[in-house]
């Protein structure tokens, strides 16, 4: 199981959603704890300028930036939230 861990960027930004999108939030950041639905929750290595750090969709709209512990590969650190144009500026 993998353990998250949240930026204040992360958390400030998430104070800021509706609480509806923010109930989805917490549904999503479970399943993304348990490897195995990574697949369906369109986990992915970013590209340039985002090298080192991965995505994945809360829906068709939001995403969470994320980035893995450098020393333990089951801790991960939520970055940021937003739109695809928010978070990929």
């Known amino acids: 199981m993998i353990d998250v861990l949240y930026t204040k960027t992360f958390l400030k930004k998430f104070s800021k959603l509706d609480p509806s999108l923010q109930e989805e939030v917490y549904e999503k950041v479970e399943l993304f704890k348990h490897r195995e639905y990574h697949k369906k929750l369109k ?33 991960v650190y939520l970055l940021t939230i937003g739109t695809h144009d928010q978070v990929y500026r």
Do not use: M, T, W
């Not at 300028?49 to 333990?72: H, L, Q, T």
């Open 43 to 75: 986990v992915h290595k970013l590209k340039r300028p985002f090298e080192g750090r991965y995505a994945f969709s809360v829906n068709y709209k939001v995403r969470i930036i994320f980035i893995y512990d450098v020393k333990d590969r089951n801790r």
